[in-house]
């Protein structure tokens, strides 16, 4: 098993830059493909971003190709969503999942463990 603890949220304004972590425990985080994903008010969750377990690759929504980057430390049980240029509509919250697959993709129901999530508000 692992758990996962998000940090990094909070306020920012609209073109400004946050950076996302999320703590992983247990020796065993290299085996995790990971992933963000996000839920704004009255929505449903929904995809931002994953990383293989590796580092090797990396996949993004649309909507934020280009403005943010994940990445991982497998030494450090950490990984991070880079986001700038932020736009009001980034507003949400945001979780990191974990899944013991070389890769999870971007389907919310093939990761099995969860963080509780940090709040990322954009004003504009």
């Known amino acids: 098993q692992v758990q996962l603890v998000e940090s990094g949220g909070g306020l920012a304004q609209a073109g400004g830059s946050l950076r996302l972590s999320c703590t992983a425990s247990?020796?065993?985080?290299?085996?995790?493909?990971m992933a963000w994903f996000r839920q704004a008010p009255g929505k449903e969750r929904e995809f931002v971003a994953a990383i293989r377990r590796d580092g090797s690759d990396t996949y993004y929504t649309n909507s934020v190709k280009g403005r943010f980057t994940i990445s991982r430390d497998n030494a450090k049980n950490m990984m991070y969503l880079q986001m700038s240029s932020l736009k009001p509509e980034d507003t949400a919250v945001y979780y990191c999942a974990a899944v013991a697959l070389s890769w999870g993709g971007s389907d919310d129901t093939e990761y099995d463990y969860w963080g509780q999530g940090t709040q990322v508000t954009v004003s504009s």
């Open positions: 247990g020796r065993t985080f290299s085996t995790y493909a």
